[in-house]
Protein backbone atom coordinates (compact mmCIF):
# COMPACT_ATOMS: atom_id res chain seq x y z
CA UNK A 1 0.00 0.00 0.00
CA UNK A 2 0.99 3.10 -0.99
CA UNK A 3 -0.33 6.68 -1.32
CA UNK A 4 -0.33 8.96 -3.48
CA UNK A 5 -1.29 6.28 -6.21
CA UNK A 6 -0.91 7.40 -9.97
CA UNK A 7 -2.96 6.11 -13.17
CA UNK A 8 -0.98 5.25 -16.48
CA UNK A 9 -2.71 7.74 -18.05
CA UNK A 10 -1.53 10.19 -15.56
CA UNK A 11 2.59 8.64 -15.98
CA UNK A 12 2.17 9.32 -19.74
CA UNK A 13 0.52 13.07 -19.66
CA UNK A 14 3.34 14.21 -17.32
CA UNK A 15 5.78 12.56 -19.77
CA UNK A 16 4.58 14.23 -22.91
CA UNK A 17 4.86 17.37 -20.81
CA UNK A 18 8.31 16.28 -20.29
CA UNK A 19 8.68 15.78 -23.77
CA UNK A 20 7.32 18.80 -25.04
CA UNK A 21 9.98 21.14 -22.76
CA UNK A 22 7.46 23.48 -21.83
CA UNK A 23 7.80 23.54 -17.73
CA UNK A 24 6.55 26.41 -17.56
CA UNK A 25 3.17 28.15 -18.22
CA UNK A 26 4.36 31.77 -18.10
CA UNK A 27 6.22 33.70 -21.17
CA UNK A 28 9.01 35.94 -19.64
CA UNK A 29 8.59 39.36 -19.22
CA UNK A 30 5.00 38.96 -20.97
CA UNK A 31 1.89 41.13 -20.87
CA UNK A 32 -0.14 38.26 -19.83
CA UNK A 33 -0.76 37.11 -15.90
CA UNK A 34 -2.21 34.35 -16.12
CA UNK A 35 -0.76 31.24 -17.51
CA UNK A 36 -1.18 31.16 -21.61
CA UNK A 37 -4.03 28.84 -23.09
CA UNK A 38 -1.96 26.09 -24.17
CA UNK A 39 -0.37 25.06 -20.81
CA UNK A 40 -1.38 22.58 -18.23
CA UNK A 41 -2.43 25.08 -15.69
CA UNK A 42 -4.44 27.39 -17.42
CA UNK A 43 -6.68 23.94 -18.40
CA UNK A 44 -6.04 23.04 -14.33
CA UNK A 45 -7.58 26.81 -13.84
CA UNK A 46 -10.37 26.45 -16.35
CA UNK A 47 -11.41 22.61 -14.65
CA UNK A 48 -11.06 23.80 -11.00
CA UNK A 49 -13.46 26.79 -11.99
CA UNK A 50 -15.72 24.38 -13.32
CA UNK A 51 -15.34 21.79 -10.29
CA UNK A 52 -16.15 24.11 -7.59
CA UNK A 53 -18.30 26.37 -9.04
CA UNK A 54 -16.67 29.41 -8.50
CA UNK A 55 -15.71 32.72 -10.86
CA UNK A 56 -12.53 32.77 -10.84
CA UNK A 57 -9.46 30.05 -9.80
CA UNK A 58 -5.97 31.09 -9.49
CA UNK A 59 -3.12 28.37 -9.69
CA UNK A 60 -0.17 28.61 -6.85
CA UNK A 61 2.71 26.58 -6.58
CA UNK A 62 1.36 25.71 -3.02
CA UNK A 63 -1.55 25.89 -0.63
CA UNK A 64 1.00 28.53 1.57
CA UNK A 65 1.51 30.51 -1.67
CA UNK A 66 -2.38 30.57 -2.11
CA UNK A 67 -2.37 31.36 1.66
CA UNK A 68 0.01 34.64 1.13
CA UNK A 69 -1.70 35.85 -2.40
CA UNK A 70 -5.34 35.74 -0.97
CA UNK A 71 -4.74 37.60 2.11
CA UNK A 72 -3.03 40.07 0.11
CA UNK A 73 -5.35 40.23 -2.97
CA UNK A 74 -8.62 40.27 -0.32
CA UNK A 75 -7.09 42.74 2.56
CA UNK A 76 -5.34 45.30 -0.12
CA UNK A 77 -8.55 47.51 0.63
CA UNK A 78 -8.79 47.25 4.69
CA UNK A 79 -10.13 50.19 7.33
CA UNK A 80 -6.95 51.87 8.71
CA UNK A 81 -5.83 50.12 11.78
CA UNK A 82 -7.54 46.66 11.24
CA UNK A 83 -4.44 44.93 11.23
CA UNK A 84 -5.59 42.07 12.79
CA UNK A 85 -6.92 38.80 11.43
CA UNK A 86 -8.79 36.25 13.82
CA UNK A 87 -8.41 32.38 12.97
CA UNK A 88 -7.82 28.71 14.56
CA UNK A 89 -4.77 27.67 16.43
CA UNK A 90 -5.16 24.40 15.56
CA UNK A 91 -3.93 24.52 11.92
CA UNK A 92 -0.93 23.97 10.57
CA UNK A 93 1.74 26.81 10.43
CA UNK A 94 1.51 27.95 7.14
CA UNK A 95 -2.04 29.40 8.18
CA UNK A 96 -0.62 31.59 10.95
CA UNK A 97 2.75 32.47 9.16
CA UNK A 98 0.80 33.99 5.60
CA UNK A 99 -0.88 36.20 7.93
CA UNK A 100 2.82 37.82 9.30
CA UNK A 101 3.97 37.39 5.74
CA UNK A 102 1.25 39.71 4.51
CA UNK A 103 2.23 42.35 7.22
CA UNK A 104 -1.09 41.14 9.81
CA UNK A 105 -1.04 39.84 12.65
CA UNK A 106 -2.59 36.50 13.37
CA UNK A 107 -4.98 36.41 16.47
CA UNK A 108 -6.22 33.10 18.04
CA UNK A 109 -9.42 31.62 18.94
CA UNK A 110 -10.63 28.84 20.10
CA UNK A 111 -12.55 26.04 18.57
CA UNK A 112 -15.58 24.00 18.95
CA UNK A 113 -15.21 20.64 20.56
CA UNK A 114 -17.17 18.60 17.87
CA UNK A 115 -15.81 20.56 14.59
CA UNK A 116 -12.48 21.93 15.96
CA UNK A 117 -13.01 25.03 14.11
CA UNK A 118 -13.70 28.35 15.06
CA UNK A 119 -16.88 29.47 15.51
CA UNK A 120 -19.34 33.00 15.70
CA UNK A 121 -19.09 32.53 19.46
CA UNK A 122 -15.45 31.54 19.68
CA UNK A 123 -14.47 34.82 17.15
CA UNK A 124 -16.80 37.23 18.68
CA UNK A 125 -14.86 37.98 21.69
CA UNK A 126 -11.59 38.79 19.69
CA UNK A 127 -13.04 41.22 17.52
CA UNK A 128 -12.25 44.44 17.68
CA UNK A 129 -11.79 47.79 15.81
CA UNK A 130 -8.16 46.29 15.12
CA UNK A 131 -10.16 43.07 13.19
CA UNK A 132 -9.35 42.44 9.62
CA UNK A 133 -10.78 39.81 8.51
CA UNK A 134 -11.55 36.02 9.79
CA UNK A 135 -8.95 33.14 8.39
CA UNK A 136 -11.26 30.40 8.72
CA UNK A 137 -9.52 26.72 8.55
CA UNK A 138 -11.98 23.87 7.11
CA UNK A 139 -9.44 21.03 9.29
CA UNK A 140 -9.17 17.24 8.72
CA UNK A 141 -12.03 17.93 5.53
CA UNK A 142 -14.88 18.54 7.38
CA UNK A 143 -16.55 21.91 5.82
CA UNK A 144 -18.81 23.12 8.79
CA UNK A 145 -21.59 25.93 7.82
CA UNK A 146 -19.77 29.36 8.42
CA UNK A 147 -23.24 31.32 7.94
CA UNK A 148 -22.33 31.74 11.65
CA UNK A 149 -19.21 33.19 10.72
CA UNK A 150 -20.04 35.49 7.79
CA UNK A 151 -22.92 36.78 9.61
CA UNK A 152 -19.85 38.83 11.77
CA UNK A 153 -19.62 41.43 9.06
CA UNK A 154 -16.26 40.49 8.47
CA UNK A 155 -14.32 39.38 5.46
CA UNK A 156 -14.07 35.90 5.77
CA UNK A 157 -11.09 33.89 3.98
CA UNK A 158 -11.21 29.85 4.05
CA UNK A 159 -8.05 28.05 4.52
CA UNK A 160 -9.13 24.69 2.78
CA UNK A 161 -6.20 23.25 2.09
CA UNK A 162 -7.26 20.16 4.02
CA UNK A 163 -10.82 19.84 2.37
CA UNK A 164 -10.51 20.09 -1.24
CA UNK A 165 -13.98 18.90 -2.69
CA UNK A 166 -15.74 19.30 0.26
CA UNK A 167 -19.65 20.67 -0.48
CA UNK A 168 -22.46 21.32 1.87
CA UNK A 169 -25.77 22.91 0.20
CA UNK A 170 -24.11 22.88 -2.89
CA UNK A 171 -21.15 25.62 -1.99
CA UNK A 172 -18.02 23.93 -1.81
CA UNK A 173 -15.13 24.38 0.81
CA UNK A 174 -13.01 27.63 -0.27
CA UNK A 175 -16.00 29.11 -2.43
CA UNK A 176 -18.11 30.59 0.94
CA UNK A 177 -15.61 33.51 1.70
CA UNK A 178 -13.92 36.17 -0.23
CA UNK A 179 -11.52 33.84 -1.51
CA UNK A 180 -10.67 30.26 -0.51
CA UNK A 181 -7.80 28.28 -0.52
CA UNK A 182 -6.56 24.74 -1.56
CA UNK A 183 -3.21 22.41 -1.25
CA UNK A 184 -2.01 20.23 -3.98
CA UNK A 185 0.52 18.26 -1.54
CA UNK A 186 1.82 14.88 -0.04
CA UNK A 187 -0.90 12.95 0.85
CA UNK A 188 -3.34 15.79 0.26
CA UNK A 189 -7.02 14.61 -2.03
CA UNK A 190 -5.67 15.85 -4.85
CA UNK A 191 -1.61 14.58 -4.54
CA UNK A 192 0.62 16.24 -6.65
CA UNK A 193 3.53 16.59 -4.54
CA UNK A 194 3.32 20.46 -3.81
CA UNK A 195 1.36 23.25 -5.43
CA UNK A 196 -1.98 24.85 -4.47
CA UNK A 197 -4.49 27.37 -6.30
CA UNK A 198 -6.33 29.97 -4.80
CA UNK A 199 -10.47 30.53 -5.76
CA UNK A 200 -12.68 33.43 -5.56
CA UNK A 201 -15.62 35.05 -6.93
CA UNK A 202 -14.78 38.52 -7.31
CA UNK A 203 -12.94 40.01 -10.58
CA UNK A 204 -11.29 42.34 -7.94
CA UNK A 205 -9.71 39.56 -5.64
CA UNK A 206 -8.61 37.16 -8.67
CA UNK A 207 -6.58 40.24 -10.50
CA UNK A 208 -4.65 41.55 -7.35
CA UNK A 209 -3.73 38.08 -6.51
CA UNK A 210 -2.53 37.11 -10.03
CA UNK A 211 -0.35 40.20 -9.82
CA UNK A 212 0.94 38.42 -6.80
CA UNK A 213 1.61 35.33 -8.29
CA UNK A 214 3.74 36.25 -11.43
CA UNK A 215 6.01 39.26 -10.39
CA UNK A 216 2.65 41.90 -10.60
CA UNK A 217 5.65 44.74 -10.99
CA UNK A 218 7.19 43.25 -14.42
CA UNK A 219 4.31 44.03 -16.07
CA UNK A 220 3.55 48.06 -15.77
CA UNK A 221 1.53 47.91 -12.10
CA UNK A 222 2.61 49.59 -9.08
CA UNK A 223 1.63 46.13 -7.68
CA UNK A 224 5.22 44.01 -5.97
CA UNK A 225 4.80 40.45 -6.41
CA UNK A 226 6.90 37.29 -6.05
CA UNK A 227 6.84 33.81 -7.95
CA UNK A 228 3.95 31.57 -6.68
CA UNK A 229 3.73 30.28 -9.74
CA UNK A 230 2.35 26.83 -10.68
CA UNK A 231 5.21 23.73 -12.82
CA UNK A 232 3.78 22.64 -15.83
CA UNK A 233 4.18 18.64 -14.31
CA UNK A 234 2.25 19.93 -11.39
CA UNK A 235 -0.46 21.44 -13.17
CA UNK A 236 -0.72 18.02 -15.01
CA UNK A 237 -0.99 15.66 -11.90
CA UNK A 238 -3.26 18.10 -10.22
CA UNK A 239 -5.60 17.76 -13.27
CA UNK A 240 -5.00 13.75 -12.65
CA UNK A 241 -6.56 14.62 -9.16
CA UNK A 242 -8.97 16.65 -9.69
CA UNK A 243 -10.66 14.24 -12.32
CA UNK A 244 -10.55 11.40 -10.16
CA UNK A 245 -11.30 13.62 -6.72
CA UNK A 246 -14.84 12.76 -5.62
CA UNK A 247 -14.60 8.81 -6.63
CA UNK A 248 -11.27 8.75 -4.36
CA UNK A 249 -12.99 11.78 -1.68
CA UNK A 250 -16.18 9.01 -1.61
CA UNK A 251 -13.76 6.20 -1.14
CA UNK A 252 -12.09 8.09 1.86
CA UNK A 253 -15.80 8.58 3.21
CA UNK A 254 -16.47 4.71 2.59
CA UNK A 255 -13.63 4.11 4.72
CA UNK A 256 -14.41 6.38 7.44
CA UNK A 257 -18.11 5.23 7.55
CA UNK A 258 -16.76 1.65 7.75
CA UNK A 259 -14.44 2.17 10.97
CA UNK A 260 -16.50 4.34 12.61
CA UNK A 261 -19.59 2.43 12.04
CA UNK A 262 -18.07 -0.88 13.59
CA UNK A 263 -17.52 1.46 16.75
CA UNK A 264 -20.83 2.71 17.23
CA UNK A 265 -21.40 1.95 21.33
CA UNK A 266 -17.63 1.11 21.96
CA UNK A 267 -16.66 1.54 25.66
CA UNK A 268 -15.04 5.15 26.31
CA UNK A 269 -16.61 6.06 22.31
CA UNK A 270 -17.30 9.48 22.48
CA UNK A 271 -20.16 8.55 20.80
CA UNK A 272 -20.93 12.38 19.77
CA UNK A 273 -17.94 12.73 17.46
CA UNK A 274 -19.22 9.49 15.90
CA UNK A 275 -22.24 10.88 14.53
CA UNK A 276 -20.87 14.23 13.80
CA UNK A 277 -18.35 12.50 11.71
CA UNK A 278 -20.84 10.64 9.86
CA UNK A 279 -23.33 13.04 9.40
CA UNK A 280 -20.78 16.03 8.12
CA UNK A 281 -19.93 17.07 4.72
CA UNK A 282 -16.57 15.82 5.15
CA UNK A 283 -13.84 14.80 2.92
CA UNK A 284 -11.82 12.76 5.94
CA UNK A 285 -8.51 13.70 4.62
CA UNK A 286 -8.15 12.57 7.91
CA UNK A 287 -10.66 10.48 10.49
CA UNK A 288 -10.69 12.36 13.56
CA UNK A 289 -12.12 11.23 16.82
CA UNK A 290 -11.50 11.46 20.70
CA UNK A 291 -10.69 8.90 23.48
CA UNK A 292 -12.02 10.57 26.75
CA UNK A 293 -9.10 8.94 28.62
CA UNK A 294 -5.83 7.51 28.97
CA UNK A 295 -4.98 8.44 25.34
CA UNK A 296 -0.97 7.44 25.37
CA UNK A 297 -2.12 3.89 26.53
CA UNK A 298 -4.57 3.64 23.93
CA UNK A 299 -2.17 4.76 21.31
CA UNK A 300 0.54 2.25 22.07
CA UNK A 301 -1.95 -0.50 22.49
CA UNK A 302 -2.60 0.10 18.87
CA UNK A 303 0.67 0.39 17.68
CA UNK A 304 1.00 -2.76 19.72
CA UNK A 305 -1.41 -4.21 17.17
CA UNK A 306 -0.52 -2.86 14.21
CA UNK A 307 -2.29 0.32 13.82
CA UNK A 308 -0.41 3.44 14.07
CA UNK A 309 -3.02 6.38 15.86
CA UNK A 310 -1.76 9.87 16.18
CA UNK A 311 -1.98 11.79 19.18
CA UNK A 312 -3.86 15.18 18.25
CA UNK A 313 -2.49 17.15 15.36
CA UNK A 314 0.35 19.44 15.73
CA UNK A 315 1.11 21.13 18.24
CA UNK A 316 -1.57 23.88 18.48
CA UNK A 317 -0.05 27.08 17.34
CA UNK A 318 -0.24 29.42 20.69
CA UNK A 319 1.94 26.82 21.83
CA UNK A 320 4.79 27.91 19.22
CA UNK A 321 7.44 30.30 19.76
CA UNK A 322 7.14 32.03 16.70
CA UNK A 323 3.14 32.75 17.40
CA UNK A 324 2.73 32.57 21.20
CA UNK A 325 2.50 36.52 21.30
CA UNK A 326 -0.87 36.54 19.29
CA UNK A 327 -2.75 34.80 21.79
CA UNK A 328 -4.83 37.05 24.45
CA UNK A 329 -7.20 34.60 25.65
CA UNK A 330 -6.94 30.88 27.63
CA UNK A 331 -8.07 28.25 24.32
CA UNK A 332 -9.18 25.22 27.38
CA UNK A 333 -11.15 23.38 24.44
CA UNK A 334 -7.81 23.61 21.72
CA UNK A 335 -5.80 22.74 24.31
CA UNK A 336 -7.84 19.73 26.06
CA UNK A 337 -8.76 18.29 22.71
CA UNK A 338 -4.28 18.47 22.18
CA UNK A 339 -3.25 17.27 25.65
CA UNK A 340 -5.80 14.55 26.07
CA UNK A 341 -8.53 13.51 24.14
CA UNK A 342 -7.94 14.01 19.78
CA UNK A 343 -6.36 11.04 18.16
CA UNK A 344 -6.32 11.14 14.19
CA UNK A 345 -6.32 7.76 11.74
CA UNK A 346 -4.30 8.83 9.02
CA UNK A 347 -4.35 5.78 7.07
CA UNK A 348 -7.99 5.71 5.58
CA UNK A 349 -5.96 6.75 2.02
CA UNK A 350 -8.08 5.81 -0.87
CA UNK A 351 -6.03 2.74 -1.57
CA UNK A 352 -6.67 0.86 1.45
CA UNK A 353 -9.79 -1.65 1.34
CA UNK A 354 -13.15 -1.41 3.58
CA UNK A 355 -11.49 -4.59 5.05
CA UNK A 356 -8.86 -2.86 6.21
CA UNK A 357 -11.16 0.06 7.50
CA UNK A 358 -12.83 -2.72 9.79
CA UNK A 359 -9.63 -4.00 10.98
CA UNK A 360 -8.58 -0.67 11.91
CA UNK A 361 -11.72 -0.72 13.99
CA UNK A 362 -11.44 -4.02 15.62
CA UNK A 363 -8.19 -2.96 16.92
CA UNK A 364 -9.38 0.09 18.33
CA UNK A 365 -12.24 -2.03 20.21
CA UNK A 366 -9.84 -4.50 21.47
CA UNK A 367 -7.53 -1.69 22.72
CA UNK A 368 -10.34 0.41 24.45
CA UNK A 369 -11.80 -2.84 25.93
CA UNK A 370 -8.45 -4.64 27.07
CA UNK A 371 -9.70 -3.51 30.70
CA UNK A 372 -7.85 -5.87 32.63
CA UNK A 373 -4.46 -4.40 31.86
CA UNK A 374 -5.70 -1.11 31.89
CA UNK A 375 -7.75 -0.50 34.74
CA UNK A 376 -9.50 3.12 34.87
CA UNK A 377 -9.73 2.90 31.21
CA UNK A 378 -12.90 1.16 30.25
CA UNK A 379 -16.55 2.45 31.01
CA UNK A 380 -19.33 0.36 30.23
CA UNK A 381 -21.50 1.81 27.73
CA UNK A 382 -24.74 0.78 28.13
C1 LIG B 1 -4.52 23.74 6.99
C2 LIG B 1 -3.37 23.92 6.05
N1 LIG B 1 -3.08 25.15 5.62
C3 LIG B 1 -2.07 25.37 4.77
C4 LIG B 1 -1.27 24.35 4.31
C5 LIG B 1 -0.14 24.66 3.41
O1 LIG B 1 -0.19 24.01 2.18
P1 LIG B 1 1.15 23.70 1.38
O2 LIG B 1 1.87 22.62 2.08
O3 LIG B 1 0.66 23.29 0.03
O4 LIG B 1 1.94 24.96 1.31
C6 LIG B 1 -1.54 23.05 4.72
C7 LIG B 1 -0.73 21.94 4.23
O5 LIG B 1 -0.20 21.11 4.89
C8 LIG B 1 -2.61 22.82 5.64
O6 LIG B 1 -2.88 21.58 6.08
Redesign the pocket.
Known sequence: VSWPTFTPQCRKDVDRVLRSGRLTAYKANGKRLEPETWSQAYALEREMEKAFKVKHAVACS??????HASLGAALAKRRAGATEVITSPY??S??AS?ILLAGLEPRFADVDPHTFCITKETVKPHVTKKTAAILH???FGYFPDLSGLVSLGLPVIE????AVGASRGGSYAGTVGVAG?Y????S?NIPAG???CLVTNSDKVAEKARLLVNHGENFGSTQVGLNYRMHEVVACIARHGLKSLEERNQRRRDLAYACFEALTGVGFWDTQITTWTMAGPNVY?VAPFKVLKNRSRFISRCAKRGLPIQASYTTPLHHLKAFRKYTARELPVVDELHKKTLCLLTTLTPDRSLSYARKAAGIIRESLEEKKRMPGLYEPWY
Open positions: SGTAALTFATAVNLDSCQTSFNGKEGGY
